[in-house]
């Protein structure tokens, strides 16, 4: 969907040292007979702040609720570890992701897109999870 960025890159090619090490999260979904169909993390970028990041479900697995189910599963482990901010930073070609979002709780946020928003070239869409 996305041409890789740098800090795609970056993030992509050393899990344990950009997510791991600081304290963030890596989650996977697995689908019977289909095996690991989608993850999604939480990286660590201030104190009691993530960033939810690098978010997607294999194309074969759409339909089966499988972002929907991590997306509640990241939400929970966010809130487990004590995030006093969760955001997201993607793009408006991700509307079925963006609807997805706005149901689990994250609101569109200028503020969210000011702080963080530059780190993509892509990203025009900034979201904060303010709850259901």
Request: glycine fraction near 12%; proline fraction near 2%.
């Amino acid at each position: 969907m996305f041409r890789l960025e740098a800090t795609d890159r970056e993030v992509l090619e050393h899990p344990q040292e950009k997510i791991i090490t600081p304290g963030g999260e890596i989650l996977f979904v697995e689908a019977e007979g289909l095996g690991i169909v989608g993850t999604c993390a939480l990286q660590k970028t201030g104190p009691g702040t993530f960033e939810l990041t690098k978010m997607g479900v294999r194309e074969t697995a759409r339909g089966m609720k499988a972002g929907e189910f991590l997306l509640e599963a990241i939400i929970a482990r966010a809130q487990a570890m004590g995030a006093t901010k969760l955001y997201l930073l993607t793009n408006h070609a991700c509307e079925a992701a963006i609807h997805l979002y706005e149901k689990l709780g994250f609101a569109h946020d200028a503020g969210i897109m000011a702080d963080y928003g530059t780190r993509y070239e892509r990203c025009d869409v900034a979201m904060l999870y303010v709850g259901r």
